[in-house]
């Protein structure tokens, strides 16, 4: 965490940070984002991506007439009580007049809060339970918006993914068996759940299942301990938190199985690779939502390089997310013209169709969350290969191909 981010959660809980100078009644976009706890690396993608945005606007001269401000409320941990308490901060500051993040509460429970407040809002976070919350009266959400696409795709596409690399000759699958570890919160047991019915329609046998509390993990070698009782040909585990998705591949190092390694979103953010170095190249991950940072998707290859001139770094899939989605905001504004009618805004989020570093963006009118397919935002496959992602699938935008991890015999 760098220092701004240590002064912003040390001295408070919501700032207002100016990119650029702007007017008095300059436009406050409020975003949540974790600046403290396990997913502050995220956090501070979410506020990286904003200000770039707000930057090159203000610089342009504004939007519509207007500049900007970025406002900052800290969710902490995700629970619904600080989420709550940053979401009322952000409604009831002067001249926020849209709300961003890459994900506040994994329930998006904010939703309501949004619609109640009659906030434009995009997220980036769980869809399935965005599409849950909107699809009861999509007329009713019309300021509410998922850039994340449907997460349908994480429950059925990696058993198919895994069995034609085996077809390729990559490995064998002697037997189809799956060792699945889940993270008990809304994400990653949804994904989890999905997987099981996914494996055991393709015959596959599941030789553990076990679900471990949410929250940080000290120690992953009880759980390690039980997949080398039975060793299977796959392991899995959905615990989306870094820190703690860095440790099992650390631990699994210990003493590996002959097993695929499969992990759920952590090996996208910087700090995973950071966190475990050499012993995670092989791993296995899939996106719904990652930035394409391919020449054969122009849209996500340069906003990545103009990311890294920008701060020096690479962006997981946060920075330039959200980058795209104060920028959807821009070109709502551009039409409306006028920042407080956020009924006119809302809807203009929603007609949304156009590129973005993700895929083409669009969205679907029952339940507000981005469409995915190869045609809109794909899923995309990545291997850790010399502590650097190859996108190994889908076939049109794959940048390499899969190679057979060091602690696999076979």
């Known amino acids: ?196 019915v996914a494996f055991k329609n393709a015959g596959w046998s599941i030789t553990m299942d076990e679900l471990v509390p949410f929250g940080p993990v000290s120690d992953w070698r009880p759980t390690l301990a039980k997949i080398r009782e039975n060793p299977p040909e796959v392991v899995i585990n959905t615990d989306y938190i870094p820190a703690n998705a860095a440790l099992f591949m650390n631990q699994f190092r210990e003493n590996p199985t002959n097993s695929v390694v499969f992990l759920q979103y952590a090996p996208l953010v910087p700090e995973f690779v950071k966190l475990t170095g050499e012993k995670s190249n092989g791993v296995l991950y899939n996106a719904i939502g990652a930035t394409l940072n391919v020449p054969a998707w122009p849209r996500g290859f340069e906003v990545s390089k103009a990311y890294e001139a920008e701060y020096g770094v690479q962006s997981g899939p946060y920075g330039t997310g959200l980058y795209e989605m104060t920028n959807i905001y821009f070109d709502a504004l551009k039409q409306v013209g006028d920042p407080t009618d956020h009924d006119a805004i809302g809807k203009a989020i929603g007609k949304t169709k156009r590129p973005v570093v993700s895929g083409n963006l669009e969205f679907d009118p029952k339940t507000h969350v981005a469409l995915q397919s190869n045609d809109h935002v794909p899923v995309t496959f990545f291997q850790l290969q010399d502590g650097m992602p190859a996108m190994i699938a889908p076939e049109k935008y794959k940048s390499g191909s899969f190679k057979r991890p060091v602690w696999m015999t076979e």
């Open 1 to 196: 965490m760098g220092k701004t981010f240590r002064l912003l959660a040390s001295t408070a809980a919501i700032a207002v940070l100016a990119a650029t100078p702007a007017l008095a009644d300059a436009v406050k976009i409020g975003v949540l984002a974790p600046l403290t706890g396990p997913t502050a690396s995220d956090g501070e993608e979410f506020v990286k991506g904003v200000q770039w945005a707000v930057k090159e606007a203000n610089a342009n001269g504004g939007v519509a007439g207007h500049t900007f401000e970025v406002v900052i409320a800290d969710v902490k941990d995700h629970s619904a009580a600080n989420v709550s308490s940053a979401t009322e901060r952000l409604l009831s500051t002067d001249g926020v007049h849209v709300i961003l993040t890459g994900y506040a509460s994994l329930s998006m429970f904010e939703v309501d809060l949004m619609a109640e407040a009659n906030m434009p809002y995009l997220a980036a976070g769980p869809s399935p339970q965005f599409a849950g919350i909107v699809s009861q009266d999509p007329s009713a959400y019309d300021c509410c918006w998922s850039f994340t696409a449907s997460f349908k795709g994480y429950e059925t596409d990696v058993t198919p993914t895994i069995e034609a690399l085996s077809s390729a000759g990559h490995y064998a699958l002697k037997d189809k068996t799956v060792a699945i570890v889940s993270s008990d919160n809304p994400y990653s047991k949804t994904i989890s759940e999905g997987m099981k």
